[in-house]
């Protein structure tokens, strides 16, 4: 039972560790970008 609490203590730290590295990588873009979109950008869009 150690092992299993154990294996998914270390899942959960590494998924903390992915997300947070999502959000700084959010942030950063939204930041070179001044969050929004000059005249001589394209705008990229997904549906």
Not at 7 to 36: C, D, K, M
């Amino acid at each position: 039972m150690t092992a299993l609490f154990r294996q998914n203590l270390i899942e959960a730290i590494v998924g903390a560790v992915v997300v947070g590295i999502a959000v700084v990588f959010v942030l950063f873009s939204y930041q070179r970008t001044s969050g929004s979109v000059g005249a001589d950008r394209y705008r990229i869009s997904a549906l």
